[in-house]
């Protein structure tokens, strides 16, 4: 069920609290829902209502995992994001007795703002760049020096950069193989004029059979005569 609505076990602590989710039965300690419920459930829209119902600030009208820079337009359904006024009562209770506890105790609640800067690099070069910026080391220098400023090797970073998508298309791959030793379509053009001289040197098949129709038409010219 946690999978089918792609949820956390404390989501879904918070959604059984709100009661948008109940057990119908119970097969030994386990809980046991709906199907049909669940299907219900599983779709893009009510992934995102149940997620503003479990962060939803009563005081500001609206979800408080948001920034307050970003706008907020409630959709046009009676009682977002709760099912119905008995719902939403509920949990605004249940948010007035959490914000009065944690004003009792002194519990503050910083957000908490996810980085999007990724660890690359090994010991002292280690550090946190952005996609853009490994995506600029990597066109700017061949994937070898590359490799050797973050401190890690060539495939290390090549399958950092394919893990991440930090390499766009048309990719320093093969920048970095036409620098280091010829390429392939160099060889490839070479061996293709090598092998059209040694064909142009040996007597072509056609040429052969002319010669022979020849020689042997000579021959019964003589015997006839």
Known sequence: MLKRLKLRASELHDLLNVG???????????????????DALATDYHHTRMGCAIWWDFDLKRPSFLPSHIAWLT???????????????WACRVYKLKKAFEKAHG?????????????????????????SEIRDLVWSKTMIR?????GISEFALRQFCRRYRCRPAGTSTTRTRRSDHPSRCCRRRRQR???????SREPSFTLLRHCFNAGF???????AG
């Open 75 to 89: 959709p046009d359904v009676p009682h977002y994001p709760f099912d119905d006024e008995e719902q939403q009562a």
């Open 107 to 131: 519990i503050e609640r910083p957000r908490k703002y996810k980085s999007r800067k990724l660890s690359i690099g090994k010991r002292v070069l280690r550090g946190d760049m952005s996609r």
């Open 146 to 150: 590359a490799a050797a400023d973050l």
């Open 217 to 223: 038409a000579s021959i019964l010219i003589q015997v």
């Open 193 to 199: 004029k090598r092998r059209d001289r040694s064909r």
């Open 20 to 38: 948008i989710l109940a057990p119908v039965a119970r097969r030994g300690g386990d809980p046991m829902y709906c199907a049909a419920t669940i």
